[in-house]
């Protein structure tokens, strides 16, 4: 089924350690996205690549990286794990456009103990 | 000052009977874009309804309609005829601008339960 595809679903990480969350996405979209979301804080945009080739930092940035490695593929790196990046992580995509909404990956639940 | 706000953490409704999910929006740009998102409690994101902002008429989509009121910037979403299904976590969210490379800002969304 055509959507976008993140991995792993679940993941506990000790504080330090690192990781990467990986997104790919078959629509042929040329913007992809990464959230997390918080209890009763909503969705809030940590990173987003406009088009192939660009990265822009969200409203909640530090402690993360990406990479847009092609079209389909946008990853979100943790260098150094903390508690506070415990959360759920979502990526998602969508054509260039005001008018168009976002199609969501399943998310990510990240726990660090 | 928040871009979507969502002012009811928490709402309930007897199955078949109709209900508002308000939201209010800050902007400066002319043109936007609103947007409903429902999230079960399985987790994902599910997209429902849009409504542009030149648009004249409000959106609908099957029992979803969006209650557009530009000059007081609230675009509700109205769900009829409630089913247990409706049971979820409800969010707004907004893209502004006429550049593409805009995102979408969320509110902190609404809890919806539905009883039989």
């Known amino acids: 089924n055509a959507g976008v595809t993140q991995t792993p679903k679940f993941q506990v990480l000790k504080t330090g350690q690192s990781m990467t969350l990986q997104c790919a996405q078959d629509?042929?979209?040329?913007?992809m996205y990464w959230y997390r979301q918080d209890p009763g804080m909503g969705l809030r945009l940590i990173y987003y690549?406009?088009?192939?080739?660009?990265?822009d930092k969200g409203e909640v940035p530090n402690g993360y990286n990406v990479s847009r490695l092609n079209k389909r593929e946008f990853s979100l790196r943790l260098e150094s794990a903390a508690p506070s990046q415990t959360s759920v992580y979502f990526c998602?995509?969508?054509?260039?456009?005001?008018?168009?909404?976002?199609?969501f990956g399943s998310g990510t639940r990240l726990t660090v103990v | 000052a928040q871009k979507i706000t969502q002012t009811q953490p928490g709402m309930f409704v007897q199955e078949k009977e109709a209900v508002t999910l308000d939201c209010t929006y800050d902007t400066s740009d002319q043109s936007y874009g609103l947007f409903w998102y429902k999230q079960p409690s399985s987790g994902e994101m599910i997209f429902l309804i849009y409504q542009g902002s030149y648009d004249e008429q409000n959106a609908t989509e099957g029992r979803y309609s969006l209650n557009f009121q530009k000059a007081r910037k609230s675009a509700n979403l109205v769900i009829s005829a409630s089913q247990l299904g409706d049971s979820a976590m409800y969010f707004c969210?907004?893209?502004?601008?006429?550049?593409?490379?805009?995102?979408?800002?969320f509110g902190k969304g609404t809890m919806l339960l539905v009883s039989p």
């Open positions: 629509m042929n979209h040329n913007s």
């Open positions: 998602a995509s969508s054509p260039l456009g005001q008018g168009y909404g976002y199609t």
């Open positions: 690549s406009a088009s192939e080739g660009t990265t």
């Open positions: 969210a907004m893209r502004e601008g006429y550049s593409g490379y805009s995102t979408l800002t």
